[in-house]
């Protein structure tokens, strides 16, 4: 016979021949001959080094024991005192009672969507990861959820987690700020035949995500082709001058065109607006020519008009001065005193009369 103690906190199993026999609580105990004790701590798990299913039968013992099976499709959260401690794959365990109160939360991986009151924060351990998917929509975004290539629901932003497993998980994310799609290049002919080069651009939000992936693909391409198609239209009903005359019109001319054709893809355009237009070089020569005589042109018809303002006005002078000799005097006083500004000295020649000369020059005839 051997005496033997079990201190606190501590179980003892006792093995007769290597094969359990009983289970001892705290205090003194004897052990006889042929017996072992093997000693287990409370607040650890309990590891046996047989098979778990030998001590089923030992009801005594089951009492101190909480016996917990996964399954291979699941997993268990083992939280000790309310607070999350590990996982637990495809197996058997079993935990101590009394000194730490267990909590465990099974899992079911066969489904995607996380319904179990799970912490977001116990998410980011890493003890879960391996069984976790994470999506991140931004606050400028919207996503659908496909499972097995089937749209499910939409995603506002946020962080999203799911369960990974074998079916198929994606989410197909839209970008809800205004953007701008770029039409550079476009090669197009007036209807009479003149091709222009055009860059032309467009802005637009998505606000339809489901239109715009689930129901259409590639929805900025068919919104491209749109466009360019439109402004086919628009420039090839239109000559050349009539083009360029009427260029300011075009942006509300796609606008009501494409407005229920853009909806369809789930898209709403907001502005337009042709950058530019350019020219083939023989076409740029020629509207330059066309300009110059233009201009010169109108140079012509302006020097014209001021030669007979001109003319005009001298002729009434003319007309005033016939009728008022007294103004025909004053008239000519004026160019005589325009003269003398620019004379720096007078010589008179005569019989010695000057004053008399002078007053002649400068003074009214009666």
């Known amino acids: 016979m051997k005496k033997i103690r079990i201190n606190q906190g501590t179980i003892g199993l006792v093995f007769r021949k290597g094969d359990y026999h009983r289970v001892l609580t705290q205090g003194a105990h004897w052990l006889r001959f042929g017996e072992t004790l093997e000693m287990y701590d409370l607040i650890m798990p309990f590891y046996p080094k047989k098979d778990l299913a030998l001590f089923s039968q030992d009801t005594a ?87 097995d290539n089937k749209a499910v629901k939409t995603l506002g932003a946020g962080d999203y987690f799911f369960w990974k497993n074998r079916q198929s998980v994606l989410v197909s994310k839209v970008d809800l700020r205004q953007r701008q799609l770029e039409i550079s290049g476009q090669e197009i002919l007036t209807k009479d035949k003149a091709a222009l080069r055009v860059n032309f651009f467009v802005q637009f ?18 919104l491209y082709i749109l466009v360019q198609l439109a402004l086919r239209e628009y420039i090839g009903k239109w000559t050349l001058d009539e083009m360029l005359e009427n260029k300011e019109a ?44 233009q201009k010169q042109a109108q140079a012509n018809v302006i020097t014209r008009r001021e030669e007979t303002a001109s003319t005009r006005s001298l002729l009434n002078t003319a007309k ?32 010695g009369q000057i004053v008399d000369q002078l007053r002649s020059i400068f003074s009214a005839k009666n």
């Not at 000790?80 to 590990?86: G, H, T």
């Not at 489901?210 to 391409?221: L, Q, R, S």
């Not at 606008?255 to 907001?270: D, H």
């Not at 001065?321 to 005097?329: I, P, S, T, V």
Request: proline share 2%; hydrophobic share 45%; with cysteine.
């Open 205 to 222: 939000k998505v606000k339809d995500i489901k239109k715009a992936i689930v129901e259409n693909k590639d929805y900025e391409k068919q």
């Open 61 to 147: 013992l089951m009492k101190f024991l909480t016996i917990v099976e996964v399954k291979d499709s699941e997993i268990v959260l083992r939280y000790d005192n309310n607070n999350f401690k590990e996982v637990l794959s495809a197996g058997k365990y079993a935990f101590w009672n009394g000194l730490i109160k267990h909590r465990f939360e099974r899992v079911d991986l066969s489904k995607v969507e996380i319904t179990e009151n799970i912490h977001p924060s116990i998410f980011q351990r890493s003890e879960l990861s391996t069984y976790i998917r994470v999506c991140k929509i931004e606050p400028y975004e919207q996503g659908i959820l496909f499972i």
């Open 320 to 351: 005033l001065m016939e009728d008022n000799e007294m103004l025909f005097k004053l008239k000519e006083m004026e160019y005589v005193e325009k003269i003398a500004d620019k004379i720096g000295e007078i010589t008179v020649s005569g019989n």
């Open 250 to 293: 075009i942006e509300p001319y796609i606008m009501e065109l494409l407005k229920v054709k853009v909806a369809a893809l789930g898209v709403e355009l907001i502005h337009c607006g042709m950058r530019d237009v350019i020219l083939p070089g023989e076409m740029k020569e020629i509207m330059n020519q066309v300009l110059i005589a």
